[in-house]
């Protein structure tokens, strides 16, 4: 077995979760949102109605539609069940990992959904937004592989300085392993996130200057189908 057969075989062996990405995002997130949706007979003109009393007014159902890929219907319903659970309208970070650590009793799920939570929050507010959720969901429910990807990539980029350390990888690396806890299989040894991290990072970082780009993030995940399925990346779940 060639050297870079045994890299693929051991990257795509590197994490067979009982709980998967597909099924995080479906627990924690729509899961969430969706049992506590619009019910039978709640029309336009009551949500409409609703939008405006809010502490914090959303954008409009229309403009909304226009921005995702969610239909009128679909928004309506992530709206119910986000103004159920945050009547202000924004949702804080304390309850952003509250929904993320209920699902993940035998790890730690903080530190990920710190993560998260920060990419969500795209303009640093500390609070997440009806629309930022639904734009974002939007994205990695709906969006294109490269939508995907540079979602992902603003995910590791943690001081969104435009750059992915080490560092910024290894952090976000250990805090999926940190989550997933004893849910993972095989039994991962404790030096496995690290050299996680190396093998990503070395592919990604083509011109071997310690940081990785955008282009060099897209160019890589788009070529390699191990590191594509390795990350998880907010396959489609609708």
């Known amino acids: ?48 109605e609703e939008l405006s009393t809010m502490r914090h007014q ?23 069940g986000f103004k159920n659970e945050c009547p202000s309208g924004m949702v804080d970070e304390k309850t952003f990992k509250a929904i993320y650590s209920q699902f993940f009793p035998q790890g730690d799920a903080t530190t990920y959904a710190h993560f998260l939570f920060n990419a969500f929050d795209t303009d640093g507010s500390g609070a997440i ?45 250990q805090s999926i392993y940190d989550m997933m806890g004893k849910y993972t299989y095989p039994i991962l040894h404790q030096d496995a996130p690290f050299e996680h991290m190396e093998k990503f990072f070395q592919k990604m970082d083509r011109n071997q200057d310690g940081v990785v780009t955008i282009d060099e993030f897209l160019q890589t995940c788009q070529k390699d189908e191990n590191i594509m399925h390795s990350m998880h990346l907010f396959e489609n779940v609708i």
């Open 129 to 173: 937004r009806f629309e930022d959720f639904v734009i974002g969901l939007s994205v990695l429910l709906r969006g294109t592989v490269n939508e995907k990807l540079n979602w992902a990539f603003n995910l590791y980029d943690i001081n969104k300085d435009g750059y992915i350390t080490k560092e910024e990888m290894l952090a976000i690396i």
């Open 1 to 48: 077995m060639t050297p870079e057969a045994g890299l693929k075989k051991e990257t795509a062996n590197w994490q067979q979760p009982r709980l998967s990405r597909k099924a995080l995002l479906k627990c924690c997130l729509l899961k969430w949102i969706i049992s506590h949706g619009v019910p039978q007979g709640t029309d336009s003109s009551e949500i409409a």
């Open 58 to 80: 959303p954008e409009g159902l229309d403009e909304l539609q226009a921005r995702t890929k969610f239909s009128k219907k679909e928004i309506q319903s992530l709206y119910r």
